[in-house]
């Protein structure tokens, strides 16, 4: 008998699976088409994101793989008038070609030797005006047609784009030229075919070097896939061979010389050398390197000869992973970003509207048809959102790359932005201020049955299962006195407090903090005020207690005072005890410290910041950080930290250097900077452009050089960053 599943037995619907890609858009000129992209696709169903980069001219989309398929995806956004190719294969652009660009600079060539023989009195370097309208048409229909198309997917995708505004410009000057010739053919004076011409010119020029600039000046992932040598010297039976990099597999056996540069990841066989890893850590610093060190793909090998052997190849590298990091954080876009988004929906509406009313009330003031006509066209030329979108995605481009050379890997153009507005940083202790190698100081008995060696053995037995530096000391100490680990089973767990586990023929065994084992009285001794203390019970009765310390980071105290210097206040919060914390801040000169904080009192802490208005950026490298690193605005996960802290984190920092505390935060702050920079120059430039335009001030071909100039002036401050170097000698932080 067929039974009818009660609602609540339901199968729930089985998880997307989505798929995360992204495509190389050409066709693009200017934020109004990205903002069309990101509209048609975001309606579709099966997407589940669609965010477009008008300045490294990408489509980043999530979308639903059991509904719709990469060739969908792009097919969508050819309705749109664009064209996608998945990022990995090569990719061409519409723009326009030197070749192309000059040849419709020679068609220009006769109309400049007009202008010139009118400014200095002679007719008799005019070009007839037959010949203006053919050379006048050529460019029109030919080296316009691009604007025509644009503008037509434009409007047909129900978002008006630059394309608009030059094609009804354009054609509006070209069709009353051909108007006055056709019916008044020796009205030289009247007919202003020059102006067409020299609009389209302007604006092809603009858009090509615009084009140049993004993708050369400011690709960062060119500048680091430039690193990675085409051709590496590799062991074959017995001989050197130059082979291709292409066929570099792990453990192949590979020889790097003075000069030369490390082709992938591996592990020195032989040889002594000094490397520059500046590209990763963005520390100039030489870099010993010597047999069974690593060596990293993409640094220079300054001094010596080193065989090694290949442990990771391509993307597995850490320069890879780096460029990996790096295109996916480009692809995002800022929360700031969303104001050029706003500005651009309505643009060019406004812009036409703001045409139309200037040549109806230049018309009615008496300044003739074909004058009113002019200054509407130069309304319309002059005022482009070129600048306004490239204003926040050039500056996060050259601000991630700048980043990224300082040795700073951030997650996501959100990341950025929020780590450049913080005012309180946070610091963990342990691997963070400290170089997270502690050792065991000293040590006491409550047992007199138990000898040091026993306890030492016994403690380090059950912090083998643990995964904490003071946990690495112990077991460090037990293996220099040449103690067996023993196994241990039932192993439990305490986050912030310690774990406990079963020994046969010894007991249970508790290690962790003092009041964790259920030890008293030692924190207040004298000698025990400034140790880390790991506490051993066994069956619930304490046993032996171990003081340890560990060495502050040389560099500390100085990145603490420049943090204070840029009035940011510092916080430290550390599962520690309070004395030992309380030291610790005032050796740093650090604001605040709390001790024997759980990672819930960490989180909880962030939160009550947050709640009082504050920025709060956390510094961390452990399991326990995570929860408040995912809580902080921002969040910075040093070098050798755990998977989960690299995950939770906004912006991972190479090396263990907390320079690269400094370097992320600073970068961050100039790339916001810039951003308001960008947005300040594309404004006043349409404020002061449109009146003057409107005036009579600026014709048409002074507003298209005005136009090209604008989006120039904002690649161009863009790439100021890009100028950037932050250095750290003896922790003393200086900026070149």
Known sequence: MNQSAHPDQIAPNPPLTTNTEQFAITGMTCQSCASRIEKVLNKKPAIESA??????????????ADSTDADEVMAWVEKTGFHATPMTEHTTTDAQTPWGLMVLWLLSLPFWVGMIGMMIGSHALMVPVWLQFVLASIVQLVFGARFYRGAWASIRGGLANMDVLVALGTTAIWAYSTYVWLTHPHAMHAVYFEASVMVIAFVCLGKYLEHRTKTQS???LGLLSKLIPTEVIKQVDGQWVKVAIDSIQTKDVLLVNTGDKVAVDGVVLSGVGMTDESHLTGESLLIQKSSNDTIYAGSTLMDGSLIYQATATGEATQLGDMMTALKDAQGT?????????????????????ISIMTFVANWMLGTGFDQALMRAVAVLVIACPCALGLATPAAIMAGMGTAARHGVWFKDAVSLESAGSIDTIIFDKTGTLTTGKPSVRQMALMDSDLDANTALQLTASIEQYASHPLADALIHAAKAANLPLLPADDIISTTGQGLSGRIDAVGRLTVGTPDFVGIDGWMADEGWQDVSIVG??????PKAI?????TLKPEAASIVHQIHQDDIQTVLLSGDRQSVVDEVAKHLGIDRAKGQMSPRDKLASIEA???QGHRVAMIGDGVNDAPAMAAANASFAVGGATDIARHSASARLLGDSLSHVYYAYTIARMTLANIKQNFFFALVYNCIGIPLAAMGLLNPMMAAAAMALSSMSVLLNAMRLKRVRLNSVDGEISAV
């Open 51 to 64: 965010t477009v980069n008008f300045a490294t001219e990408t489509l980043t989309v999530a979308y639903d």
């Open 218 to 220: 400011l690709d960062s």
């Open 333 to 353: 876009k800022a929360h700031i970003a969303r104001f050029a988004d706003r500005v651009a929906a309505v643009f060019v509406p406004v812009v036409v509207a």
């Open 536 to 541: 051993l019970a066994i069956d619930g009765v």
């Open 546 to 550: 171990f003081g340890l310390s560990d």
């Open 609 to 611: 910041l947050k709640q």
